[in-house]
């Protein structure tokens, strides 16, 4: 803008003429100078807090770590070949399936015993399990220890918060010490189906590290749904979740023809792991590559 007296050009927010003295009415003043308008800062990605749960009754934490009663546990390279490790705090234990156990601290003490007693162990025993029990215990200090299963797959920590699931038996790998796991029987059909025979039912809160024969699906029935899963990839369920044991198919030569064996049929409500691989069909696939034992 230029003095409207000696049109001079005038500074920014001038109310004078600086050449003549001429003064400036409001209306005359020059316009302040602005300055361009800011661009928002860039929006963060958002991403799941750690921690974050995905909904249903098992409390599966999605970034595979957690923190429990004296331990930290974190489960590295989820997926085919996971692997979950432990960290102790001194004097503080976790207890594990007999043979679960990959690596630990030279200072960690292991410790087997036949838990729940000699009937406890022969019911373990007859359920296909191991009669005993391997407890981790740090001693004098911080300790680690690592945990796998015997077949490739994935292992879920499942943060049990007094609540009760039934685990298929080859599939519960290690838990917080205070976790009371019992042998359930799981009905007569499955028996004469040779699948399933025992359940492990596990109470109370704390960790609980559940593998898989392939990855985990979740599967959530709602009220009344009824859900048919083959008892091969089964993996846990809700404790109080009804379910009855039958052939998949009705008839003794439709089941065969099917080439399916003992399937569980679930009501709903409630929430049902299933695995997406079953080692026995899978052991199945290997054993006419390997060498007939003669006799």
Not at 50 to 78: C, K, L, M, S
Not at 127 to 137: I, P, R, W, Y
Not at 244 to 249: C, D, H, S
Not at 285 to 291: G, I, S, T, V
């Amino acid at each position: 803008m230029n003095c409207p007296k000696c049109t001079v050009a005038l500074l920014p927010n001038a109310r004078f003429c600086g050449s003549c003295g001429f003064t400036l009415s409001p209306q005359e003043e020059p316009p302040a100078q602005t300055s361009p308008p800011q661009a928002p800062p860039p929006q963060a990605p958002q991403t799941r807090p750690p921690g974050t749960r995905q909904t249903g009754a098992f409390n599966v934490d999605a970034d595979g770590r957690g923190q429990g009663r004296g331990y930290t546990w974190e489960i590295h390279y989820q997926g085919a070949f996971a692997l979950a490790v432990v960290n102790l705090q001194p004097e503080q234990a976790i207890s594990a399936e007999a043979g679960a156990m990959v690596s630990m601290s030279a200072n960690v003490e292991l410790e087997s015993q036949m838990k729940g007693g000699v009937f406890g162990a022969l019911k373990r025993a007859v359920g296909g399990e191991s009669a005993f029990v391997s407890t981790f215990t740090s001693r004098g200090g911080p300790g680690e220890v690592s945990f796998a299963p015997g077949s490739p797959g994935d292992i879920a920590g499942i943060e049990m918060s007094n609540q009760t699931f039934m685990v298929q038996s080859s599939s519960y790998l290690a838990g917080d010490t205070s976790l009371v796991v019992d042998t359930k029987f799981g009905g007569a059909k499955s028996f004469f189906g040779g699948e399933g025979l025992f359940v492990l039912q596990v109470s109370g809160a704390g960790l609980l590290l559940v593998s898989s024969f392939g990855a985990i699906h979740r599967k959530n029935l709602r009220p009344g749904e009824k859900y048919v899963v083959d008892t091969g990839h089964l993996v846990a369920w809700e404790g109080h979740m009804q379910y009855g044991l039958r052939k998949a198919a009705s008839g003794f030569f439709k089941s065969v023809l099917s080439g399916e064996g003992m399937v569980a049929e679930f009501s709903g409500p409630g929430e049902i792991l299933i695995q997406t691989r079953n080692l026995a069909a899978f052991a199945g696939l290997l054993k006419r590559y390997l060498p007939a034992q003669s006799s």
